[in-house]
């Protein structure tokens, strides 16, 4: 796969349970202080014991400055696009830019009709969030919005406010339509964890967000690439996702950079996360940037 030159950079998926808010928190300031760039927040609304995702970043900005925060991702059925639009441009207003909007159609029209939502079809779902993207495009560049489509209907919303930076809207998908419209109209592909997409099945969605972004006259440069990577920072011997010692996730991380084209890796620790994130600040992320940069030079 082509690496397209993009900055490497680093985040940290945090658990929005509410009987774990203050080890949220700490861990949510550990992070900004380590410079990771990203505070990632799952949004799975119908789990009783989760906290609203929105919610849950505001709080978190008011206690942290410098690093963004990305919805990882929004269920676009549960969250309109007008609205969900407004709520990215309002928190990119009080954070002076700090918010990412990562989407997605929804985990299954289950958990979409559990909460009231419609249930619609695979195809439908497709369509819902191809239009979502270009509806959220324009409104949050404070354009006046009217769209008729198959699966919405906007008669005149007044986008606004503007953020003092564009809010990038990246895309969570992993089947070939929803890659397609990713490579037609997202910012960014958030790949599923590295246990659902392994390595070895990237290079083809990868292929699939190229001819997409091709076909609608864009440069697949101009799509980010997002990976989240569970696993745990230490011996090997067992364990769900990546683990092993930091020589391990430095060598694999670089590998899935330049090799894979990833740009962005978001850690989910699978055990003491304030002990896994300190190895990963230290010792891992600047030992990732420094042979990313060693192998572009030598390219």
Do not use: C
């Amino acid at each position: 796969m082509t690496d397209h030159g993009h900055p490497i950079t680093f985040g940290l998926s945090l658990d929005p349970s509410a009987d774990t808010l203050a080890e949220t928190r700490h861990l949510a300031r550990a992070a900004a202080d380590g410079g990771l760039e990203y505070l990632a927040v799952q949004d799975h609304a119908y789990q009783p014991g989760h906290l609203d995702t929105w919610t849950l970043i505001s709080h978190l900005a008011a206690e942290t400055g410098r690093i963004s925060f990305l919805t990882d991702v929004a269920d676009l059925q549960l969250r309109p696009p007008a609205m969900l639009a407004k709520a990215g441009a309002s928190l990119g207003v009080l954070t002076g830019g700090r918010i990412v909007l990562g989407v997605g159609g929804g985990p299954s029209a289950d958990a979409v009709a559990a909460m009231g939502g419609p249930r619609r079809s695979g195809a439908e779902t497709i369509t819902y969030v191809a239009e979502s993207l270009q509806i959220m495009r324009r409104a949050l560049a404070g354009e006046a919005v009217r769209f008729h489509g198959e699966q919405h209907t906007v008669e005149g919303y007044a986008g606004g406010p503007v953020p003092p930076a564009p809010v990038p809207l990246w895309l969570g998908g992993q089947r070939p339509r929803m890659l397609a419209v990713a490579g037609r109209y997202a910012d960014g592909w958030i790949s599923p964890l590295n246990i659902y997409v392994p390595p070895a099945e990237v290079p083809g969605r990868q292929r699939i967000i190229d001819e997409a972004a091709r076909a609608a006259g864009r440069e697949p440069a101009s799509v980010r690439r997002i990976y989240n990577v569970i696993g745990a920072i230490g011996a090997p011997g067992g364990g769900t996702g990546l683990v092993g010692d930091v020589r391990l996730w430095v060598d694999t991380l670089t590998s899935w950079a330049v090799d894979l084209g990833f740009d962005t890796f978001v850690f989910w620790p699978t055990r003491s996360p304030r002990s896994q994130l300190r190895a990963f600040t230290d010792r891992v992320v600047p030992a990732v940037r420094e042979q990313v940069r060693e192998i572009r030079g030598q390219r």
